[in-house]
């Protein structure tokens, strides 16, 4: 059991209940109830099962980045933690409860639970195209099934479901490199679409699935006219990913959306 005590830079704390108005007593799994301050004694009791182990971190009030902290803390040494929290304006103790059905599950769902409550990553990446105008350009884009053709590296894009360019089709995409790819495994992700709109030139995916790490990734793409031609811009947000830095993201993305651009624009030249 770790015990992990934030005290404010004055060195002073002093524990004090929380100074929002007494509420009715709550029974709590640890014995500690909503009104009382809690008892390091019965946290450090709260993990004697051998057939489920549970996380009991007792919320009062508490920001989410330091209970993202707890989290990572746990993932990153594999034992179980009690948070102390001690303020000038009251006691405070962080507060998750997370069950399974045994501890290597909870370690390998804790990184995602930590991730949930971080902000995601967003960016965008534009390409121009000199000469060719964004009606010529848009019906290579809107070919949902056909993405293999301009973006670099990636060998296969295959219909898994639906009809190509309609809401809720999902294709396969697989063969791509990205800036983090260290042990030689075939990237692979399926994506759906979730909504076009011809009329402006814009439609919009997501990741359901894939070995790449993206979770609740949606990008919109849409094609803008320019006087030169034509630019698309391609807009994404996702949760952090472990082993990522957004600039790995924006890298991947900008650098094949470069790709893709020159591509189009030398096959509507030719």
């Avoid at 004694?41 to 009062?60: C, D, K, N």
């Avoid at 949902?144 to 009809?163: A, R, S, Y």
Wanted: net charge negative; aromatic share 8%.
């Amino acid at each position: 059991m770790i015990n992990l005590k934030v005290i404010p830079n004055d060195q002073s704390p002093q524990p004090h209940k929380p100074p929002h108005p007494p509420t009715a007593a709550v029974s709590h799994p640890l014995g500690i109830e909503d009104n009382d301050e809690p008892n390091n004694e019965v946290l450090a009791g709260a993990h004697t099962s051998q057939e489920s182990r549970s996380i009991f971190l007792h919320l009062y009030h508490i920001p989410q980045s330091i209970l993202c902290v707890a989290i990572i803390l746990l993932t990153e040494t594999k034992v179980l933690l009690s948070a102390e929290l001690n303020y000038k304006k009251g006691f405070l103790v962080a507060a998750v409860e997370h069950s399974c059905s045994s501890f290597d599950n909870l370690m390998e769902s804790a990184p995602q639970i930590a991730n949930e409550h971080l902000p995601k990553w967003e960016g965008k990446a534009c390409a121009d195209l000199i000469g060719p105008k964004e009606e010529q350009v848009w019906p290579l884009l809107e070919d949902f099934f056909g993405l293999n053709k301009w973006f670099p590296t990636l060998t296969t894009c295959l219909p898994v479901e639906g009809i190509s360019g309609q809401p809720g089709c999902v294709r396969y995409c697989a063969g791509f490199k990205t800036p983090v790819d260290i042990n030689g495994e075939i990237n692979w992700t399926k994506q759906k679409l979730l909504s076009i709109d011809p009329s402006e030139m814009t439609f919009s995916y997501s990741i359901v699935d894939g070995n790449v790490g993206f979770h609740s990734y949606v990008s919109t793409i849409k094609v803008l006219p320019k006087e030169y031609g034509c630019s698309i811009e391609w807009a994404y947000e996702v949760e952090p990913v472990k082993g990522w830095s957004l600039k790995d993201l924006d890298s991947f993305i900008g650098s094949g959306l470069q790709v893709m651009a020159k591509r189009m624009e030398e096959a509507l030249k030719a």
